[in-house]
């Protein structure tokens, strides 16, 4: 049996839309809503959030906030790496935007520094941009990026200043590790939403990437065997779970909705499914945006998929 801990993770300023560090505090009062002690039996612990920066200019044009992404992605890396070294402790973390898969990645590379780490991505985006490809700026997007220690510099586009390069190369370099993951030890489901810089590095890299519409027809439980083979060769597996990756019949409570994404269902099924592999070492679920949903339904949603994993791992391990 594992001892489960909560990391909440309420940054949001790698986003382009406000409201996402308010995602964990919704999952609480959808927890409430249901009767559910979940947040009193296991143990939570908040990482200090650098949101203070989005009242102040942004100065770095190809890689918004960076340096505020750097402090909060180096705690984070700290909390995750306590927790991961932990005997017979299960992180899951509550993040706001997508850049805390940079920390998350991070501290599970350095608990685990001998170790191949697998990544199961589950989103609407590949979030693989860097400064030199973003055509927004804004960081969330290039979260996978960051971990891979990848600039894609053949499909360059921008072209950043110093301080950007420069904490671009401390972020990528965590740990003293880099990368922390490998091309070929990744997997996205229902990915569908990307521009021709993240699309040149994932046929480049032939990056495995399993649609919603090949879920429905090949079964949930298959596509899950399937993903959990293709990753056979990692010692440790992280999911991360952004809420785009449900349709936007379900998902308005997100900050970047995209149609074609997975059924509350097929979402909660397929990560239970998942989550009976034993190199599952965290989970983590961003990107619920209650400012912009109706009667907190996208963190009910979440909150009955999160009962889906913590029930596997308390009952299966």
Not at 161 to 187: A, H, L, M
Not at 264 to 290: A, Q
Request: net charge negative; hydrophobic share 35%; with cysteine.
């Amino acid at each position: 049996m594992k001892t489960i801990k909560i990391i909440e993770s309420k940054s949001e300023i790698g986003a382009g839309t406000r409201g996402a560090g308010m995602g964990a505090d919704a999952i609480r009062i959808a927890a409430l809503d249901f009767g559910s002690s979940f947040f009193k039996r296991h143990e939570s612990v908040e990482v200090p959030n650098e949101n203070k920066l989005l009242l102040e200019p942004v100065s770095n044009d190809y890689a918004k906030r960076i340096k505020g992404v750097y402090s909060f992605s180096e705690r984070l890396a700290k909390q995750v790496n306590t927790f991961c070294k932990e005997e017979g402790t299960f992180p899951i973390v509550l993040s706001g935007d997508h850049t805390s898969a940079i920390g998350v990645a991070s501290g599970i590379k350095m608990a685990f520094p001998e170790k191949k780490l697998g990544l199961i991505w589950i989103d609407a985006h590949a979030d693989i941009h860097s400064p030199y490809t973003t055509p927004s700026g804004n960081m969330h997007g290039m979260g996978i990026a960051a971990i891979l220690g990848e600039d894609n510099k053949e499909m360059q586009i921008n072209k950043p200043d110093d301080e950007t390069i420069e904490y671009w190369e401390k972020i990528k370099t965590f740990g003293g590790i880099c990368p922390k993951i490998q091309y070929e030890d990744i997997v996205m489901i229902a990915v569908r939403d990307f521009e021709r810089q993240e699309e040149y590095l994932l046929k480049k890299h032939n990056v495995k990437n399993i649609s919603a519409s090949e879920i429905r027809s090949r079964g949930v439980e298959r596509i899950a065997v399937e993903t959990l083979s293709a990753l056979d060769s990692c010692d440790v597996i992280y999911i991360s779970f952004d809420v785009d990756s449900m349709d936007p019949d379900i998902s308005k409570g997100t900050g970047t909705p995209v149609p074609g994404g997975l059924s509350e269902k097929e979402t909660g099924n397929l990560i239970y499914y998942l989550m009976r592999s034993r190199k599952i070492c965290c989970f983590e679920v961003v990107e619920i945006n209650p400012t912009l949903d109706r009667e907190n339904r996208m963190a009910e949603n979440v909150f009955e998929i999160l009962l889906k994993v913590t029930n596997q791992l308390i009952n299966d391990f």
